[in-house]
């Protein structure tokens, strides 16, 4: 069964330093997704896109945080100058169409 | 009005027994929901989903019950099995957008 591949499984950072978050999505999608879950909270929307650009973007989504499909087989989330409150596993998700999603197993981003 | 409550956060089953979680929701532009299933160190994965035309919908031992008056939904395990021990998480989407908002989570523990 196809899957979203995520790299890496676990990054450790330092407060301040730039970290990249790559994905790889299924690759007949088209739209694609980026989520995090604080440890024991829920899922929370951070950004979409389709037809490469940001169709939709949340609160938390703020400057610090840009999003790029580079070689149209990748999908990244760039978090320039991480801090503490970005601790969080990032999940990528990519679907055909709107909806349906299939996530990826997730980065645990540890920011110390 | 973005919310979506969901209970209990914790549940405990034995097997062969039913297992229901509901959610319940404010937003009349919510239109697509979605249950997720999510093993430990995994992303959430797709278990089943309504739009509010449908009252039920059932896919094997899982059914999702839907009452789009009371504002509720919610999904039922029949059956339950040590391997559906997991974390459920219900979610809804409004009809003019693909972001999913995610409830808090029910942890299910099914003991033989």
């Known amino acids: 069964e196809p899957e979203v591949t995520q790299t890496p499984s676990h990054q450790v950072t330092q407060m301040g330093q730039e970290v990249i978050l790559r994905c790889v999505p299924i690759?007949?999608?088209?739209?694609f997704y980026w989520y995090r879950q604080i440890l024991g909270q829920k899922v929370e929307f951070l950004v979409s896109f389709y037809n490469n650009e940001i169709s939709e973007k949340s609160e938390i989504f703020d400057d610090q945080f840009s999003v790029e499909r580079p070689d149209g087989s990748n999908f990244t989330l760039k978090i320039r100058s991480t801090k503490l409150e970005d601790s969080a596993m990032y999940f990528c998700?990519?679907?055909?169409?709107?909806?349906?999603?299939?996530f990826g197993s997730g980065t645990r981003l540890t920011v110390v | 009005q973005q919310q979506v409550k969901q209970s209990p956060q914790s549940l405990i089953v034995q097997k062969g027994g039913i297992s229901i979680i509901n959610c319940a929701y404010e937003?009349?532009?919510?239109?697509?929901f979605p249950w997720y299933q999510q093993f430990p160190g995994k992303g959430p994965a797709l278990l089943i989903a309504i739009r509010p035309d449908v009252s039920e919908k059932k896919e094997g031992r899982f059914t999702i019950s839907f009452n789009k008056s009371a504002k509720q939904f919610s999904l039922h395990i029949m059956d339950s099995q040590p391997g559906d021990s997991a974390t459920y998480f219900c979610a809804a989407s409004p009809w003019n957008t693909d972001k999913l908002i995610f409830g808090t989570g029910t942890r299910l523990q099914v003991f033989p």
């Open positions: 998700a990519s679907s055909v169409g709107p909806h349906g999603y299939t």
């Open positions: 937003n009349t532009a919510f239109d697509y």
């Open positions: 690759s007949n999608h088209l739209y």
